[in-house]
């Protein structure tokens, strides 16, 4: 977890996740933060980084170097990290669609209810003047068809579900 203002979650080269504190803000839930999760996992899976992910590396370094010089050493890092997603250019449409459905089935094998993916995203994506989530979002275009796609895979994710070993429903109230 990162400490930051935005709302706001990311995958890292090398397949690390992040989100920063102020997600939470956002999620209700356990399957709503597995939702977000999963989504990132997604695009490390299908390895939608690519040119975005060397941009990343060359500013990661530069942060890096950064903290090595200061006290403050992992806050300094975790700025720069976060900063560089900030420059890093949104998602395709396509890549949007890939991540939302690994996502999907990656929360409901992993025993999170799969409608909480409906809930966060259309409570996230509403939030268009909410300056919190603008970098979220900017990364991360919402639209009312990414809905719809995720409507239309809620049976198949619901089959994955009900095969999960261990069911967590939507977990904990965050
Ligand atoms: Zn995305």
């Known amino acids: 977890m990162f400490i930051n203002s935005q709302a706001n979650a990311f995958c890292l080269p090398g397949g690390k996740v992040g989100v920063t504190n102020s997600l939470f803000k956002f999620t209700a839930n356990d399957?709503?933060?597995?939702t977000v999760i999963g989504h990132?996992?997604?695009?490390?899976?299908?390895?939608h980084g690519g040119e975005r992910m060397t941009q990343g590396m060359?500013?990661?370094?530069?942060?890096?170097?950064?903290a090595y010089s200061t006290k403050e050493a992992v806050?300094?890092?975790a700025f720069g990290?976060?900063?560089?997603?900030?420059a890093?250019?949104?998602y395709s449409r396509v890549h949007e669609y890939?991540?939302?459905?690994?996502?999907?089935?990656?929360m409901a094998k992993a025993g999170y209810y799969p409608r909480a993916a409906i809930s966060f995203w259309k409570k996230f994506g509403k939030g268009d003047n909410d300056w919190q989530i603008r970098e979220l979002?900017?990364?991360h275009p919402m639209s009312k068809k990414r809905l719809e796609e995720m409507e239309a895979l809620q049976q198949k994710a619901r089959e994955y579900y009900d095969q999960a070993p261990q069911k967590h429903g939507f977990g904990e109230q965050l």
């Open 88 to 90: 890093i250019l949104p």
């Open 81 to 86: 990290l976060l900063s560089n997603v900030g």
């Open 137 to 139: 979002l900017s990364t």
């Open 58 to 66: 060359v500013q990661q370094a530069g942060a890096q170097a950064i």
């Open 40 to 47: 990132e996992i997604g695009h490390a899976i299908a390895r």
């Open 75 to 77: 806050y300094v890092t």
């Open 31 to 34: 399957a709503e933060l597995a």
């Open 98 to 106: 890939e991540a939302d459905y690994i996502g999907l089935m990656l």
